[in-house]
Every structure is written in structure tokens, then in C-alpha cells.
């Protein structure tokens, strides 16, 4: 894990205890202090595990004495009624930490899910998925991460790290042209993508140098002849489908030889894995 990510988490976590927390968990008093516990997370469904570091992370700084010993790791494929981790320690650091630990390790298993099924939806093509920056708020390197241990890709971070120049940004300028011209004149080492809506405007985009073009919408004749006119280039682009894509398209879309396909449902749209956690007191 790099060190924006480690930061990113530990901010997370941070920000996550204190809105569920306050000042302090009324209910864990119910137990005694000195009671001890063990608890036991499992899936109800099949998916991809993902956000390991979160739920040590948050016991940690509930009780630096809760031990988590994982039964799978980030990535991997689990079943239904498989055991996640074990979690011993404090009866009471388990309890608070339950719900918080919970949230983010099905959400971010929700997405890994996620981008695993669109990654094996195209395997074999050549193709490869992208995230976009339709995010959870607060989790977008959380969840850009877990499109990775699900096999996909990631887009931009955000906006400082790649320039995608949009049809409001080509209205503001004037033209792709202009767009392009003002992005190359910003000395910024980052790719320089175009969004098109028409093989027209794609021509444009490689008269203008563009390093990528984003296909929004095109149908999928129009793919292919993006593709084919891509190919007959001296200095190809990077040729990105996006647009409306489900599970039931993309593989047809992949088919028509772009190179990635974006797909803002991986991380928008996430749906949590169904977990479950069974604590027991320790004698």
C-alpha cells in the first residue's frame, strides 16, 4: 500500500469512528470491561474480498489488544458461509468496532465484486476496465483500490493527474482543436484525453494530438470503425468506450477492439457484499 493510500485510510477510519462514536458507545458499557471476545465474519455470497487494512485499522484504534487473523486476503474469489477473519481481544473494542470494520470491508468487497464480473465479462478481448471518478465520497483511492483487486483498472485519481477534456470544455474553448492546443500549452506531464461523440469529432481529436479519445455513446458499427481508422494510423490513441455500458453490452463492445472500456457503475453503483459477524465471550 503507497503512502497516499495509508493516509487516505487512516483518515477514513478516523473520520468513520468519530460520526459513529460521538463521545462515546453507550451500548459496549452493557458488557464488563474486562470481558473478553471473540468474533467471527463471514460472507453470505460469493464475491471478491477487499479492505483488510481498514478493519485492522479499526480496531487498532479501538484496542491496540484486538488480534485479526485473516482467512483470506484482498483479491481473492470467497464462497458462501466462508470464514473471513477471526477477531479477538476486548468485548467491548469488537462491539464498537463491529459496525464501522463491517462498512467498509462490504463496501469495498462490493466493488472489487464488481469490476471482477465487468473484468471477466471481457476477458480474452484485450480489452481492459476502467473506473471513473464516480465515487463514494471520501473513498475514492478506497475504492480505486478495490477496482484493482478485482481485476480492473483505474482512470484519473482526480483531476491533477489527467486531463479529459469534456463538451463543456470544448464549448469554452471553441474546438477540439483549441482545447487540446490549451492542454499541451499547460506543460503538465499527464495524457491529454478527448471526449467524442461522433466519428467526426474523433478526427479532430487526432488532427489534434490527443493522446486518448473517449467514445461516448457510439454504436457499435461506429466502434468499429473508430477502431479501424484508429489502426490505419501512424501514432494510434488510446481508444475508450464509455457510455450507458452494463454487463449485458460490454462484452460486445470489447469485441469491436477499443482498448478500455469505462464503467462508472463499478464504484457508483456498488452494492455491499452480504457479511456477517457472530461474537462469543471468552470465559
Known sequence: MDAT????????VAAALA????????TAQLVPAAARGRARVITREAGVLCGSAWVDAVFAALDPGVRVAWHAADGDAVAPGQLLLVAEGPARALLTGERTALNFLQTLSGTATAARRYAAAIAGTGCRILDTRKTLPGLRLA?????????GRNHRLGLYDGILIKENHIAAAGSIAAAVGAARRLGAAVPVEVEVETLAELDEAFAAGADLALLDEFSLEDLRTAVARN???TRPLGLEASGGIDLETIGAIAATGVDFVSVGAITKHVRALDLSLRLELLA
Open 5 to 12: 493510500l495509508a493516509e487516505c485510510l487512516r483518515t477514513t
Open 143 to 151: 475504492q480505486k483500490y478495490a477496482v484493482r483487486c478485482g481485476g
Open 231 to 233: 489502426r490505419a494510423r
Open 19 to 26: 460520526e459513529d462514536l460521538g463521545p462515546g458507545d453507550l
